[in-house]
């Protein structure tokens, strides 16, 4: 099937590129542009293991085709660290078991970092509904809110920005 | 021992972590190799059938297919047990179960796969399949395998002590049959196998074979291959890059890992196969429909006097482990509580559907949701307090049960009392208003088979450390970490042992050609075991160190310590680490300190050094101390390994090397539900969950382990099935297989009880499958608390509910659940006729389909009830 | 899995989308959220030559305050209707209904247009091209036999879609564009409970706006779904219910229900009851009743028909004990 010349603003940087019109962004991502971040987990659009936004809003890269996101700013859980450090939500799912197998991890770090960005201040119950769409196998969510939790804090605390200040 | 550590116990990051939280972190289908190929597998639309003509011309003849791999062109037989070798890479003669593997086109791009796919003609002549074990039992003709009779893959008759004379002895017995029905792993990383040759050099022709796979077991799949591929193993590499969740659907070896390696090499390119979600439930090696027949003898006072079980279990179309899933069975009947005389009756039966093979809590988890629901009958049948019977059947460990288990550290006790404390047991039971209930249950698990799969005497895990003069500590092991943090343990042994930063320990795991043989991640081993091998290779390379500061230091060997990143004597410095006094514990483990760097080390010499230094000291930096050891041994590597000691191996019955384990973890949980009545529903509000994992190496990691047991428990009791018609699989997606997101998932509060086992290392047990059995009897027994209804058919879903209220209750409408009750007798599917295609004619309507005899106007037997329900004819009823 | 070979095209305006929806008729399919169709296409439930990707039209694209009600535009995401104000205010049925869509990320991508147009669903249908081969197919797609009504000619698959009976129960008009201008009818009698023919929405029409009448503003609603997780399901039955309130209780009420037949249903024999007759439990219980008639599940999806009829009865009864005020 002929390709098609596409061009992707991801994380900030514009892609240009040749691709099946009947490409999927997720596959787009993985394979054309090597952003193997965003993982195909269920097929069947149900899991949120491939969630990327789109214009800033939460999307599942696995039930949108590639061409149709030219001339969309699309941020991959690769665009979540800051400046080469963890993000403060990234550092938190660390340290306390938020991620097991990790496989599921990308798509949680881009729909929190989606919630802690419209909502710096969530309660338990907002939490838990902002991650009602992506599911993993390993923890049973319950350390995720922990981290969740402790990454606000650090948020509040300015810990996430020591990193990028010493750094600089 | 010691007691006081800088770094066991503490909860710390997982040293992978930073990967999977940026997405940087590879997994097998993140992997591309130059010139990579893409393969897709074929499979059967029967679930028995002899292949008849399979012909790939037209496949071939399309435009970017490279190669169309079958059968013969790899018919060596494989399997994960070597009693169970009844697998080919691809089918040869003849299909089992639908999904199973016909044949894989090799392509360009996947589009061009799946397009060649189609053009595979097939001729298949269907036999008669069977579905249910219990008919299956009865197949005289028609085998699913010629050599095991009847489909019988194998059955064990076990007596231990004399269950008759319990049973005679008793005041109270109670009969049941529970059923758990069958669940899946279904680990959000599909599988994926990426497989390349090697060309040597001196042939000029493609020599080793390089694998990189999702697998709990690379040395496992070194062997398979071998077995396979006729090729030895040493020429043949398995990489296991980041695995994501294994929960045991990894723990054998899985079809496309074999088929990936055929594929590249008749491809003569590298080769990357990665299955769709779908042909990851028809892998499966999930959790088999288990149906228990359980009898349970008591005393007035609780004691039990006997149990005897009947256990048959739906294996599926191939062995894989279920020899070892049906003597787990049994054999965790004992070293739980305290149980004189057991019978155990157990039938692995084969049957037209996907294997199934390990689960996380593997063999256990069935019969203990019967086992601790049928405690819960017996309790309120003699008036006890369940939480109390429970105590009067303690062990008195260390022991020996009467099926030849040996039980040290036994935390029971413990965790009982705690989650009775935490729960407020005492205070709520009984009186929490109608439609709440409590419900307590118990479990258990292995921390690693004391007999291996293949039976030998190597050690089942080796462990190698390196030590160069640049202070870094690199260590190789073969334990797979499959987001269970193995690494992670592995490192912290190592720090702790050799007192340095976490940061100096680089862990180089599960790659054949570099780590030693360790037999995998699963039956919950690997903190046990490779843990113990870590130890003890910690211990050899300190050992040198040590023996090397000490004349450094001119004192002895026993006067030197090692900790904070230091050495020093401690009969002159104290206990305290000079250089860590300043510290905090958390930074100590940051980063590796720059104050021990010795000028030049690295690329000079010992020479100079040492008369830079002739001075006595009595303290040295790490890297100090490590040059000294290398400056008088010449390199400073060292090994451990683990094998499990010889009175932890069992009895000498038939089947007695499945069930020990040199330590045993404990688990015991309170539920707190409640039961919408008038529609079924069944809320977990909170679970109390202790276990006993001797000690806790990381705490994040055993709580992470913990809930997600628990959790996944959870799931397998209220909402996750795998629902077959006919030998199709109703839900094989993640939309349709329902495992709990995170609405539903109720809060799981893990309580840690560390009993200190004699032989863990630093007393740690298991941690990661323990608790899952207990959550199902527990969620069973506290829905019976809540409206006095016992559901003996997990999951326990709305409608089981329901129907189960209804039954009880005098007048009330019956809510009848056709479906899943009867599956021996698939006419009975109301509503359903359509795909009975299987008894003999292919994928048309045949003609004692309903439809067919519909239009003949000669309505089967059952039909009645059939037109009751039709809407065609139904209307407004 | 990858996706059929198409061609994509992307219109900016509705002329665009309705010259090529006439030009391509017979082998295209529209694309907006994509949460129904791409799955499907993965499953080779279609195999256009063509895909309408409409999510550039954004004309489309909104909730607005006309002269007599709201208008939605058919590609306002259900998220956007979940959190709208004007829409939790004045018809809160329908803001119910919208946030119990699949889940979070997906109501940010699925779209009111694509929610009513939303294809029926079935287990022997919803699956892979090799797992529908391995049943013979069905009625639905490339075979002639459906599995849950063994000798019927008729798809059973059930209508799956959330924001419908809320819909319905508002009086909601839809608009719908073609080449030769644009017609608005209601959505009561846009579904027609045909298999094959599901709504009446020819191959070259396109839906493109939602109105909600003034006359529905402020009616007081409710929206129960029986699923089993939380979030991400499909609703295995939904119940709207919404009443008029006057003087404090219901002047006039509509039931509504969703995933239990081919299509949407507005149950009218409960509508007279709740008209008729002041609301005690005994009514409630009543209307229950007539709504769980209404309902004919088959076994299309998890749990059993018997189940789910009897939630319809249950769901039903506490829909409206919840929402509408009794008369004291």
């Not at chain 2, 529970?178 to 899946?184: F, G, K, L, Q, R």
């Not at chain 2, 006067?559 to 401690?570: E, N, T, Y």
Request: glycine letters at 10%.
């Amino acid at each position: 099937m002929k390709k098609v010349l596409l061009t992707l603003n991801v994380n900030g940087r514009e892609h240009e590129f040749a691709c099946e019109p009947n490409a999927l962004l997720l596959d787009a991502l993985r394979v054309d542009l090597g952003l193997t971040g965003s993982k195909r987990a269920c097929d069947d659009s149900s899991c949120g293991a491939c969630t990327v936004l789109l214009d800033g809003t939460p999307m599942l890269s696995c039930a949108l085709l590639a061409a149709s996101c030219e001339g969309q700013k699309i941020t991959t859980v690769e665009g979540i660290a800051e400046h080469g450090s963890l993000a403060a939500i990234q550092k938190a799912y660390g340290d306390w078991g938020g991620a097991q197998c990790g496989f599921c991890t990308p798509g949680f770090m881009v729909t929190v970092h989606w919630l802690l960005e419209q909502n710096p201040n969530p309660t338990e119950e907002e939490i838990r509904h902002a991650l009602s769409g992506n599911l993993c196998r390993c923890t049973g969510y319950t350390q995720m809110y922990q981290a969740v939790k402790a990454a606000i804090e650090a948020e509040k605390k300015g810990i996430a920005h020591t990193a990028e200040r010493t750094d600089a | 021992m010691i007691d006081n550590f800088s770094i066991i116990g503490k909860p710390i990051a997982m040293v992978d972590a930073a990967g999977k939280t940026t997405g940087a972190g590879k997994y097998t289908d993140d992997l591309t190799l130059p010139g990579m190929l893409i393969g897709k597998i074929l499979h059967s639309p029967y679930p028995h059938a002899r292949i008849k003509k399979l012909d790939a011309s037209r496949a071939l003849a399309l435009p970017g297919v490279v190669a169309v791999v079958i059968g013969e062109d790899a018919p060596n037989k494989y399997g994960i047990l070597p009693v169970g070798h009844d697998e080919t890479a691809l089918a040869v003669g003849k299909v089992r179960y639908v999904g199973d593997n016909v044949a894989c086109v090799v392509a360009e791009t996947e589009g061009i796969a799946e397009k060649a796919m189609e053009l595979i003609d097939v001729e298949y002549e269907p036999l008669p399949a069977y579905f249910d074990p219990e008919e299956s039992m009865k197949a005289e003709a028609d085998l699913i395998h010629d050599e095991k009779p009847h489909n019988i893959e194998k059955d064990y008759h076990h007596v231990f002590g004399e269950p008759d004379a319990g049973f005679a002895e008793a005041d109270e017995i109670t009969e049941g049959r529970y059923i758990a029905n069958e669940v899946t792993h279904a680990a959000m990383e599909p599988h994926s196998t990426l497989a390349s040759f090697e060309i040597d050099p001196q042939t000029g022709n493609p020599g080793r074979l390089v694998v990189w796979s999702s697998t709990q077991v690379p040395y496992y799949l070194q062997h398979k291959l071998s077995i396979v591929l006729d090729m030895p193993m040493s020429q043949i590499r398995v990489i296991k890059p980041l695995v994501g969740g294994g929960f045991g659907g990894k723990s054998e070896v899985i079809p496309l890992e074999i088929i990936a390696a055929v594929a590249a090499r008749k491809a003569k390119a590298p080769v990357k196969i990665t299955y769709t979600r779908e042909e990851v439930f028809w892998a499966h090696r999930g959790r088999p429909r288990t149906v228990v027949d359980l009898k349970t003898g008591v005393k007035r006072d609780g004691r039990i006097t006997s149990v005897a079980a009947r256990v048959v279990q739906d294996g599926g179309a191939y062995c894989s482990y279920g020899v070892v899933t049906i003597l787990y069975s049994g054999a965790l009947l004992g070293a739980l509580y305290d149980i004189p005389n057991i019978r155990y009756d157990g039938y692995r039966v084969l049957t037209n559907k996907p294997a199934c093979g390990a689960m996380r809590g593997h063999g256990t988890v069935n019969v203990r949701f019967a086992f601790e629901s049928q405690l819960d009958e017996l309790a309120a049948k003699i008036g006890m307090d369940p939480a109390a019977i429970r105590e009067r059947n303690l062990l008195k460990a260390p022991t020996i049960t009467v099926n030849g288990l040996r039980v040290q550290s036994y935390g029971l006790p413990e965790c009982i009392s705690q989650t009775v404390t935490r729960s407020k047991w005492r205070e709520r039971k009984g009186k929490l208003p109608r439609g709440r209930g409590l419900g307590i249950a118990c479990s258990h698990y292995v921390s690693g088979a004391a007999n291996s799969i293949i039976r030998s005497d190597m050690p089942h895990s080796t462990v190698n450390i390196k030590i160069d003069r640049d202070g870094g500590v690199v260590v190789y092991t073969g334990a797979s970490d499959i987001g269970q943090g193995s690494d992670t343990m592995v490192a912290q042994i190592v720090a702790e042992v050799l007192g340095c930063t976490l940061a100096r320990v680089k862990v180089i795991a599960a790659d054949t050609d570099l780590t030693p043989i360790d037999i995998g991640s699963y039956s919950s081993r690997v903190t046990f075991m490779n843990g113990n091998a870590t130890l003890r290779a910690a211990e050899a390379v300190k050992k040198q160190i040590v023996e090397a500061a000490a004349r450094r230091m001119q004192c002895d060997a026993g006067d030197v310590l090692m900790r904070g990143d230091c050495v020093w004597r401690k009969s002159v410095r104290g206990e305290t680490a000079p250089d860590a006094n300043a510290k905090s514990a958390a930074m100590e483990q940051s980063a590796p300190t720059a104050s021990g760097r010795v000028e030049g080390q690295i690329l000079r010499g010992s020479v100079q050094q040492k008369r830079k230094e002739e001075i006595v000291k009595d303290q040295m930096s790490f890297e100090e101390a490590v040059v000294a050891a290398i400056d008088f041994h010449g390199a400073l590597t060292g090994t451990g390994s683990y094998a499990p000691p010889p009175e932890a191996r069992g009895g000498k019955h038939k089947g007695a090397g499945v069930g020990p384990s040199p330590a045993y973890s404990y688990s015991a949980q309170v539920a707190e539900v409640a039961v919408d009545e008038e529609t079924g529903e069944v809320t977990v509000l909170k679970i109390w969950a202790a276990h006993d994992c001797g000690r806790a190496l990381n705490p994040v990691s055993v709580e992470g382990q913990v809930i997600g047991s628990v959790w996944m428990g959870l799931g397998q009791a209220l909402q996750e099935e795998m629902v077959w018609k006919d030998g199709l699989l109703m839900n094989p997606g993640m939309l349709e297989y329902r495992s709990p997101s995170a609405t539903e998932s109720p809060e799981i509060e893990c309580i840690i009880v560390e009993s200190v086992d004699p032989e863990g290392p630093f007393g740690a047990k298991e941690a990661s499958e323990g608790s899952l059995a207990a959550a199902i009897p527990a969620i069973a027994n506290a829905i019976y608390d809540a409206v006095g209804v016992r559901l003996r058919e997990s999951p326990f879903t709305p409608e089981r509910v329901l129907a189960a209220l209804r039954a009880k209750k005098v007048g009330a409408k019956k809510i009848d659940l056709t479906e899943s009750v009867d599956p021996t007798n698939p006419q009975a599917f109301r509503e359903h006729g359509g795909a009975l295609w299987y008894r003999g004619k292919g994928p048309a309507r045949h003609a004692s389909d309903a439809a067919v005899a519909h239009h003949k106007g000669a309505a089967r037997g059952n039909s009645s009830r059939d037109s009751r329900e039709r809407p065609s004819a139904g209307g407004d009823d | 899995m990858s996706l059929p070979e198409f061609q994509l095209l992307r219109p900016r305006t509705i002329a665009e989308a309705c010259e090529m929806l006439a030009k391509h008729a017979d082998e295209i399919q529209i694309v907006a959220g994509g949460t129904d169709l791409i799955p499907s296409l993965r499953q080779r439930l279609f195999e256009p030559k063509f895909v309408l990707d409409i999510r550039g039209i954004a004309e489309i694209r909104g909730i607005r305050r006309g002269a007599d009600g709201v208008e939605i535009g058919a590609l306002t995401s259900l998220t956007a209707i979940e959190h709208s104000d004007a829409i939790a205010r004045e018809y809160p049925v329908l803001a119910e209904a919208a946030a119990t869509v699949a889940s979070p990320v997906l109501r940010n991508m699925g779209t009111i247009g694509g929610n009513i147009c939303l294809d029926t669903r079935c287990l022997w249908y919803n699956q892979s091209l090799t797992w529908r081969k391995s049943c013979g197919f069905c009625i639905k797609k490339d075979g002639d036999l459906c599995h849950v009504a063994p000798g019927g000619t008729k798809c059973w698959a059930a209508f799956s879609a959330d924001t419908p009976p809320a819909l319905l129960c508002l009086g909601a008009e839809i608009e719908i564009a073609n080449a030769n201008g644009v017609r608005r009818v209601p959505l009561d009698g846009f579904y027609t409970g045909e298999g094959e023919a599901r709504m009446k929405l020819a191959k070259d029409e396109l839906l493109t706006r939602v109105f909600l009448p003034a006359r529905a503003a402020g009616w007081r609603g409710a929206y129960r779904k029986l699923r089993v997780r939380g979030s991400i399901d499909y609703p295995l039955a939904g119940i709207a219910v919404a009443y008029r309130p006057a003087n404090g209780y219901a002047a006039e009420a509509r039931v509504a229900l969703t995933a239990v037949n081919p299509a949407p249903v507005l149950v009218r024999d409960a509508e007279r009851l709740l008209s008729e007759n002041e609301l005690t439990r005994e009514v409630a219980g009543a209307a229950g009743d007539i709504a769980a008639r209404t309902a004919k599940p088959l076994t299309t999806s998890a749990l059993t028909p018997e189940y789910r009829r009897e939630m319809v009865r249950v769901l039903t009864k506490r829909a409206l004990m919840e929402v509408i005020p009794s008369k004291k």
